[in-house]
């Protein structure tokens, strides 16, 4: 079992920025693949960010592409999103998510593909 808690969300003016981390415990999880996921009010939960096991690969959706930046710290079992120049339509709960499926040089985008959730953390960003 993977437990993943996230941090860093909250409150920030249009064109701001955030770090998110997501800390795991359980197990290491140099052979996960990694990803972010957001849920904003009243809308279904979509893919935000992917990253391969040893973070050579990385995926964005394309309303993040050139503002967000995946990465991770195996060796602190921990994944990170940076976000700079939030815009209101990021507001969401975001979630960090572990996928356990054999693929090294890959990543899914799909959430139905990752096998565990954190509990999420809030960013709101103001207009």
């Known amino acids: 079992q993977v437990q993943l808690v996230e941090s860093g969300g909250g409150l920030v003016q249009a064109g701001g920025s955030l770090r998110l981390s997501c800390a795991a415990s359980g197990r290491t999880i140099n052979r996960y693949a990694m990803g972010w996921f957001r849920q904003a009010p009243g809308k279904a939960r979509e893919f935000v960010a992917a990253?391969?096991?040893?973070?050579?690969?990385?995926y964005y959706a394309d309303s993040v592409k050139g503002r967000f930046t995946i990465s991770r710290d195996n060796a602190k079992n921990t994944v990170y999103l940076q976000m700079n120049s939030l815009k209101p339509e990021d507001t969401a709960v975001y979630y960090c998510a572990a996928d356990s499926h054999y693929r090294p040089f890959a990543a899914s985008i799909q959430g139905s593909e990752y096998d565990y959730w954190g509990q999420g953390t809030q960013v709101t960003v103001s207009s």
């Open positions: 990253i391969t096991w040893s973070g050579g690969r990385t």
